[in-house]
């Protein structure tokens, strides 16, 4: 049972233009969400996060919104860079533990 | 400060072997976890670990697999009999202790160790 979904598992960007990445997630328990950029043969490293308190937090070049009626939050990235590409998983946390999604594949084309 | 390091990065094993993974969280993390990637889905979670004490192995399959952090030396992932169902990526991850719920703090992960079940 997949609690956390990234239903597009790969996705095209121009660069310098915006790169949205989707998650959505089912339990209402959730309440600390969490970002994760990996490249090939490496492990997952931390983007950013935001807690259910807030709707928007911004690191950068990176802005993670959260929408807690739909049970959806996004990760923008503005502007893309080639560096930028990469698989990225989203997370969310009940306080027990963390729950990933199967991951989004971001191509940035220069 | 040298990252979660795990080793070894690639392991091949034939059915029926045993599969030793092991895990050197980041220096002052006290905090362990194990994740395992099958092909095409996400990290799902195995294992929390502090030194010495199992804190949530509710991902845990029931058989075959264990794990271990002892008070000295890195954590252990061990998977005996393996099948070719065993064969994925297992992350480790280690984070601080931070005092707060396990499930905020921010995790650091390793390389991971791909598993080939032959």
């Known amino acids: 049972d997949q609690q956390v979904k990234q239903n597009s598992p790969s996705l095209s960007v121009q660069e310098g233009r915006i790169s949205i990445l989707n998650c959505d997630y089912t339990?209402?328990?959730?309440?600390?969400f969490l970002w994760y950029k990996k490249y090939p043969a490496e492990g997952p490293t931390f983007l950013i996060s935001?807690?259910?308190?807030?709707d928007k937090n911004e690191d950068g070049r990176f802005t993670v919104f959260l929408n807690k009626s739909a049970k959806h939050l996004s990760l923008h990235i503005v502007p893309s860079q080639p560096g930028d590409s990469a698989v990225y998983f989203c997370?969310?946390?009940?306080?027990?533990?963390?729950?990933f999604g199967t991951g989004t594949s971001l191509t940035v084309i220069p | 400060n040298a990252g979660v390091m795990q080793n070894p990065r690639h392991l091949v094993r034939r059915r029926g072997q045993e599969a030793r993974l092991r895990c050197s969280p980041m220096?002052?993390?006290?905090?362990v976890y194990w994740y395992r990637q099958l092909p095409e889905e996400g990290l799902k979670f195995m294992v929390y670990?502090?030194?010495?004490?199992?804190?949530?192995e509710s991902g845990m399959p029931k058989e075959r697999f264990s794990a271990e952090f002892p008070k000295e030396g890195p954590s252990i992932l061990r998977i005996q009999q393996v099948v070719r169902g065993d064969s994925a990526a297992y992350f480790c991850?280690?984070?601080?202790?931070?005092?707060?719920?396990?499930?905020?703090?921010?995790?650091?992960f390793g390389p991971g160790t791909r598993l080939t079940v032959l």
């Open positions: 339990n209402s328990m959730f309440d600390y």
């Open positions: 220096k002052g993390h006290s905090h």
């Open positions: 997370a969310a946390s009940d306080g027990n533990q963390f729950y």
């Open positions: 935001i807690s259910s308190i807030k």
């Open positions: 991850a280690s984070s601080p202790n931070s005092g707060g719920a396990w499930g905020t703090d921010t995790q650091y």
């Open positions: 670990l502090q030194k010495e004490n199992i804190i949530d």
